[in-house]
């Protein structure tokens, strides 16, 4: 069973950044992705970003083009996801996910095992 913990999140003004962290354990196959996708509540979800573990390809959605990276950390089993320039419409719950058997690109609307999700809140 694959298990996602992540940290970070908080409270912080438009412009600035906020890391996010997500610690996978469990049987994880050499070509699982790693991501995070975001919700407010009463919208749809929104992917953000994914990295796969085999070859480090990303993907990020075209609002967090630019702003913010991802990145992993293969000894660690850890993601982190940097986040710049933040703005009151990234305010959300943030969840990291993952999927095993990720061959092509990966999708962070495809991710299919849930962390327990954290808020950021952007204030103006």
């Known amino acids: 069973e694959v298990q996602l913990v992540e940290s970070g999140g908080g409270l912080v003004q438009a412009g600035g950044s906020l890391r996010l962290s997500c610690k996978a354990s469990?049987?994880?196959?050499?070509?699982?992705?790693i991501g995070w996708f975001r919700q407010i509540p009463g919208k749809e979800r929104e992917g953000v970003s994914c990295?796969?573990?085999?070859?480090?390809?990303?993907n990020y959605a075209a609002s967090a083009k630019g702003r913010f990276t991802i990145s992993m950390d293969k000894y660690r089993n850890l993601a982190t996801l940097q986040m710049n320039r933040l703005t009151p419409d990234d305010t959300a719950v943030y969840y990291c996910?993952?999927?095993?058997?990720?061959?092509?690109?990966?999708?962070?609307?495809?991710?299919?095992?849930w962390g327990q999700g954290t808020a950021v809140t952007v204030s103006s």
């Open positions: 996910a993952g999927r095993q058997r990720v061959q092509d690109v990966c999708n962070p609307m495809d991710l299919d095992i």
């Open positions: 469990g049987f994880l196959y050499h070509d699982y992705a």
């Open positions: 990295i796969k573990y085999s070859d480090g390809g990303t």
